[in-house]
């Protein structure tokens, strides 16, 4: 079963999609969760915050290997509200990335609210994919 995502106009967001690489044979699959969840605690202990889960537990998504084998991916959405400097998040979660290992891209975009939105993203080393959002 998944989880339907919250949207929220303030505070802090982050999606998390990762695995331990991008689509993990079932026989892999509690491992991939464990890592998963652990890399997501990771990045709300790095950002600080009250943090809330938008599900009760990471969602499990079937997938098909290039090799035509069943496989799945986990992903699980939390979110967080009231940090006052979002940029000083985003750089806080980016190194905390870092120091796992991770490569890192980072970027601030202007939104059409006028607010801005300070992103950090990342992929390799066993994570197929993850990014934390923060704005207010």
């Known amino acids: 079963m998944s989880c339907l995502r919250r949207v929220r106009t303030a505070g802090?967001?982050?999606?998390?999609?990762?695995?331990v690489s991008a689509c993990t044979k079932t026989a892999d699959a509690k491992h991939t969760s464990e890592?998963?969840?652990?890399?997501?605690?990771?990045t709300m202990n790095a950002s600080g915050g009250?943090?809330?889960?938008?599900?009760?537990?990471p969602a499990a998504n079937p997938c098909i290997k290039s090799?035509?084998?069943?496989?799945v991916w986990f992903s699980w959405d939390r979110d967080a509200a009231g940090r006052s400097d979002p940029e000083e998040v985003m750089q806080r979660v980016n190194q905390a990335w870092r120091d796992e290992g991770l490569a890192?891209?980072?970027?601030?975009?202007?939104?059409?609210d006028g607010k801005t939105l300070?992103?950090?993203?990342?992929?390799?080393?066993?994570?197929?994919s993850i990014q934390f959002s923060a704005s207010r």
Do not use: F, P, Y
């Not at 802090?12 to 695995?19: D, F, K, R, Y």
């Not at 943090?51 to 009760?56: D, E, I, L, Q």
């Not at 090799?67 to 496989?71: H, I, M, Q, T, V």
């Not at 890192?104 to 059409?112: C, F, L, N, P």
């Open 12 to 19: 802090l967001i982050l999606t998390v999609a990762l695995a």
């Open 35 to 42: 890592r998963m969840q652990s890399l997501v605690r990771e």
């Open 50 to 57: 009250e943090w809330t889960s938008t599900c009760n537990h």
């Open 67 to 71: 090799d035509g084998g069943r496989a």
């Open 104 to 112: 890192t891209k980072t970027q601030s975009i202007g939104r059409v």
């Open 118 to 128: 300070h992103r950090v993203a990342s992929a390799g080393r066993g994570v197929n």
